[in-house]
């Protein structure tokens, strides 16, 4: 197998679980966080854009759990037990895009989210935007496929087919415009933001 594709995450990895504070309370594996009505645990969210300042989208894997096939940020995932939020960000970026990128933290919340009886998500989620150029070569396990989208056109989509994005990505985006539009403007063209 090629290093672009390789496996990099399991169901038995071991997630942290966090209370509403984000103090660390003890770890179950990535299965019991999602099973059911889900466990509170630590997440993050990466909003990627480029020189253009159009948003890089992802269509999650078909063969994941939760949403699988549903257009989202360019990259959620967890830290793993022992591991902190930098280093659980760079490990995520290199597992499904194959690409290093700066962030900055911009906030954090907590939501929850249920897939039918799939599973849901229950997450203290932490918020970064940064920049990337192309090429990114999204990991096919977790991947379905890649965009690049401007702010309107995004803003469209999510009026006209809001079911075809993840939950937590329509909550995020909407916060980052109108909490956190200083920060989300020095990323994408200021007059669209």
Not at 124 to 146: F, M, R
Not at 172 to 186: D, K, M, R, V
Request: net charge negative; with cysteine; hydrophobic share 35%.
């Amino acid at each position: 197998m090629d290093n672009v594709n390789r496996i990099v995450s399991s169901e038995t990895e071991e997630l942290i679980l966090v209370d509403a504070n984000d103090t660390e309370i003890g770890h179950l594996t990535k299965a019991g966080c999602h099973d059911g009505k889900g466990v509170l645990h630590r997440a993050f969210s990466l909003f990627l854009f480029n020189d253009a300042g159009e948003l890089l989208l992802q269509q999650r894997g078909e063969e994941k759990r939760l949403w699988p096939g549903y257009w989202s940020n360019a990259c959620c995932s967890h830290p793993r037990r022992g591991e902190t939020m930098p280093v659980a960000t760079r490990r995520r970026l290199r597992d499904e895009l194959n690409i290093e990128a700066t962030l900055e933290f911009v906030y954090q919340f907590v939501y929850h989210a249920g897939f039918g009886d799939k599973g849901s998500e229950n997450e203290l989620c932490h918020v970064y935007l940064g920049k990337t150029g192309i090429p990114v070569q999204p990991n096919e396990h977790e991947i379905s496929a890649i965009r690049y989208i401007s702010v309107e056109t995004l803003d469209g989509e999510l009026k006209s087919m809001p079911e075809q994005f993840t939950p937590w990505f329509k909550m995020e985006w909407q916060t980052l415009q109108h909490e956190y539009s200083g920060s989300l403007a020095s990323y994408c063209k200021q007059a669209v933001c």
